[in-house]
């Protein structure tokens, strides 16, 4: 029953910000990382950005300078934010969470539904 939710995807300029959103939802015990990923047409799926429950980051080099990955732990959600952005960070944008249900002993990988970033030259 755990879900991925998504949103802040969309259209802009070089040049400019995004905010992307992702929470979780569902029969959740605890969350070990939660994190984004990314891909483009014809590319593999690459990490973006990941934070573990204790608050170690983790970011693609080609993203660490411009995108911060942060949480809201109360609400079991991550946040993407995302300045300065290229046309080359057009991409789908894929949530990713490591969660284990209530009386495993085990993290389950999950993944949202991808969200749509296009950044116009």
């Known amino acids: 029953q755990v879900q991925l939710v998504e949103s802040g995807g969309g259209l802009v300029q070089a040049g400019g910000s995004l905010r992307l959103s992702c929470a979780a939802s569902g029969s959740i015990f605890s969350i070990n990382v939660m994190g984004w990923y990314r891909q483009a047409p014809g590319k593999q799926r690459e990490l973006v950005a990941a934070i573990t429950s204790g608050g170690t980051t983790n970011y693609a080099d080609s993203v660490k300078d411009r995108f911060t990955i942060f949480p809201d732990n109360a609400k079991n959600t991550v946040f993407l934010q995302m300045n300065s952005l290229k046309p080359e960070d057009t991409a789908v944008y894929y949530c990713?969470?490591?969660?284990?249900?209530?009386?495993?002993?085990?993290?389950?990988?999950?993944w949202g539904r991808g969200t749509q970033v296009t950044v116009s030259s």
């Open positions: 990713h969470a490591e969660i284990a249900m209530p009386t495993m002993t085990f993290f389950s990988n999950y």
